[in-house]
C-alpha cells in the first residue's frame, strides 16, 4: 500500500484546512485509515481514524472540529479541519492497515503503512 498525503498549509486560528490521502495498491474498502500529527518534541497522537468500511473514531481534542471522510471511487480519505488552534501545528500523517482491530486504532504502531507528512500551521 502506498499513501500519498497532501493538503496542508499555513491558516489562522479559526480557519480551516483539508487534508487528503490518496491510497494505491490495496483494496480501499479492506483498509483502515487513520491521521496522526506530531508536533515539534513530542510523540505523534491519533487524530481520526475510519475502521474498515466506514466506522469513524476521533481524539478529544479535535472532536466535533475534524470531520474523517473517504470517496472509495477515489481510493482516498479526507480530514477536514475547522476552528483550527495554534496546538492543532503539526505534521499530519496519514496512515493504513489492513488487519487492524478496534481495540488498537489508536496505536500508531499499529499500522503498517504510512505516507510522508504533510505540514499544519495554525498561526495565533
Known amino acids: 500500500v502506498q499513501l500519498q498525503a497532501s493538503g496542508g498549509g499555513l491558516v489562522q486560528a479559526g480557519g480551516s484546512l483539508s487534508l487528503s490521502c490518496a491510497a494505491s495498491?490495496?483494496?480501499?474498502?479492506?483498509?483502515?485509515m487513520a491521521w496522526f500529527r506530531q508536533a515539534p518534541g513530542k510523540a505523534r497522537e491519533f487524530v481520526a481514524a475510519?475502521?474498515?468500511?466506514?466506522?469513524?473514531y476521533y481524539a478529544d481534542s479535535v472532536k466535533g472540529r475534524f470531520t474523517i471522510s473517504s470517496d472509495k471511487s477515489k481510493n482516498t480519505v479526507y480530514l477536514q479541519m475547522n476552528s483550527l488552534m495554534p496546538d492543532d501545528t503539526a505534521v499530519y500523517y496519514c496512515?493504513?492497515?489492513?488487519?487492524?482491530?478496534?481495540?488498537?486504532?489508536?496505536?500508531?504502531?499499529?499500522?503498517?503503512?504510512w505516507g510522508q507528512g504533510t505540514q499544519v500551521t495554525v498561526s495565533s
Open positions: 496512515a493504513a492497515d489492513n488487519s487492524l482491530i478496534l481495540g488498537n486504532i489508536r496505536s500508531a504502531s499499529a499500522y503498517d503503512y
Open positions: 475510519r475502521f474498515r468500511v466506514s466506522n469513524t
Open positions: 495498491g490495496r483494496t480501499f474498502g479492506s483498509l483502515s
